[in-house]
C-alpha cells in the first residue's frame, strides 16, 4: 500500500503549546500535502509540499520533508482551541498516465484552552 | 465556484437496496476522486478517474460497488445490494493533476450513509 501513516494517532496539548505530528510513506512522491478535517466535515487542504522541497511555512504552519526516510512532520505553533481537528497527510504519486492521491491514517489533535 | 458538490448530505436505507450517489466536481478539474471513511478503517481510496477515465478501482471493496463518470461534470458511486457494513461517510475530491505538478484536492462535505 501506498498509504501513509500519521503518528501520533493521537495528540492532546494546552492552548499556546507547538503541536508536531509526523507522516511517513512508502513510495516516490510529486508532492506530500497535510489536510485537516473538523469532525463531521471534508477535509481541507493546509498546504503542499514538493519532492524537490525541505522545508515550507504557511503562517502558523511548518512542514518539512524528507524524500530519503520518506517521512514529513507538520508543526502548528503557539496552538488554539480552534485547531482541534484530524490532521492527515496525503501521498501524490504520478502512476499509469494519472495523478492519485493518498491518505494516511490521521493523527486527532486536542487542543485544551 | 461553489466547490464539490455531493447528494445526498445524508442516506439512510435498508440492507438490500439500491444507494446512489452523486458528485459534481470543481470546474476545470481533470481527477475526481471517491474516498470512504470509517472509524475503523480511516479514508479509503475506492476509485479514482482522470479525464472522465477510471484509472484504479483497487480500493472498491466489492462488485457491488460500481462508479461512472460519464462526463467532466458528474460521478456516481453505486451499492447494489446494500448492507450494513457499507455505513460510512463517502467523500467525492477533485483536483487539477498535470503529471508531476499535481495540485491540492478539493473534497465534498461528504454523504453519510446509514444502512439498517
Known amino acids: 500500500s501506498q498509504q501513509g501513516e500519521e503518528d501520533p494517532q493521537a495528540l492532546s496539548i494546552q492552548e499556546g503549546e507547538n503541536a508536531t505530528m509526523n507522516c511517513s510513506y512508502k513510495t516516490s512522491i510529486n508532492n506530500l500535502q497535510w489536510y485537516r478535517q473538523n469532525s463531521g466535515r471534508g477535509l481541507v487542504h493546509l498546504i503542499l509540499?514538493?519532492?524537490?522541497?525541505r522545508e515550507k511555512h504557511s503562517g502558523r504552519l511548518r512542514v518539512t520533508l524528507d524524500t530519503s526516510k520518506k517521512s514529513s512532520s507538520l508543526l502548528i505553533t503557539a496552538s488554539r482551541a480552534a485547531d482541534t481537528a484530524s490532521y492527515f497527510c496525503?501521498?501524490?504519486?504520478?502512476?499509469?498516465?494519472?495523478?492519485?492521491?493518498?491518505f494516511g491514517t490521521g493523527t486527532r489533535l486536542t487542543v485544551i484552552p | 465556484d461553489a466547490g464539490v458538490i455531493q447528494s445526498p448530505r445524508h442516506e439512510v436505507t435498508e440492507m438490500g437496496q439500491e444507494v446512489t450517489l452523486r458528485c459534481k466536481p470543481i470546474s476545470g478539474h481533470n481527477s475526481l476522486f471517491w474516498y470512504r471513511q470509517t472509524m475503523m478503517r480511516g479514508l479509503e481510496l475506492l476509485i479514482y478517474f482522470n479525464n472522465n477515465v477510471p484509472i484504479d478501482d483497487s480500493g472498491m471493496p466489492e462488485d457491488r460497488f460500481s462508479a461512472k463518470m460519464p462526463n467532466a461534470s458528474f460521478s456516481t458511486l453505486k451499492i447494489q445490494p446494500s448492507e450494513p457494513r457499507d455505513s460510512a461517510v463517502y467523500f467525492c475530491?477533485?483536483?487539477w493533476g498535470q503529471g508531476y505538478s499535481g495540485t491540492e484536492a478539493f473534497f465534498g462535505q461528504g454523504t453519510r450513509l446509514t444502512v439498517v
Open positions: 475530491a477533485s483536483s
Open positions: 496525503a501521498t501524490d504519486v504520478f502512476s499509469a498516465g494519472a495523478n492519485n492521491l493518498f
Open positions: 509540499i514538493r519532492s524537490n522541497e
